[in-house]
């Protein structure tokens, strides 16, 4: 599991699927789930989404990246699908997040 997450970590602003990480650590894809989800808690996929929101939370709040570019550093596509999934699971959107005050 810890060099799936370094591998997901090394390539996070890129595509990543589950054959894609299992396949750099040399697992079947369901083999690799059981081990993320006994040691880690989540689904490789939830832990690649966790980890992009949260290197997204911190690119708002120390850089004036435009978000545009965030979403294509964090791994998303476009603008427009990153706002969707970080609104989702943060529960503000972007622009709003980033205007909130520290602490």
């Given at each position: 599991?810890?060099?799936?997450?370094?591998?997901?970590?090394?390539?996070?602003?890129e595509k990543l699927s589950l054959e894609r990480v299992a396949?750099?650590?040399?697992?079947?894809?369901?083999?690799l789930i059981r081990l993320f989800r006994?040691?880690?808690?989540?689904?490789?996929?939830?832990?690649?989404?966790?980890?992009?929101m949260d290197r997204a939370k911190y690119l708002l709040k120390t850089t004036s990246l435009p978000i545009k570019a965030i979403a294509v550093e964090v791994g998303y596509g476009n603008?427009?699908?990153?706002?969707?999934?970080?609104?989702?699971?943060?529960?503000?959107?972007?622009?709003r997040f980033r205007e909130l005050p520290l602490g």
């Amino acid at each position: 599991v810890r060099q799936a997450t370094r591998f997901i970590e090394a390539h996070l602003g890129e595509k990543l699927s589950l054959e894609r990480v299992a396949e750099a650590v040399h697992l079947s894809p369901s083999h690799l789930i059981r081990l993320f989800r006994a040691e880690l808690h989540h689904s490789p996929h939830e832990y690649i989404v966790l980890l992009r929101m949260d290197r997204a939370k911190y690119l708002l709040k120390t850089t004036s990246l435009p978000i545009k570019a965030i979403a294509v550093e964090v791994g998303y596509g476009n603008e427009s699908s990153f706002t969707g999934a970080f609104t989702e699971r943060i529960g503000i959107s972007p622009r709003r997040f980033r205007e909130l005050p520290l602490g």
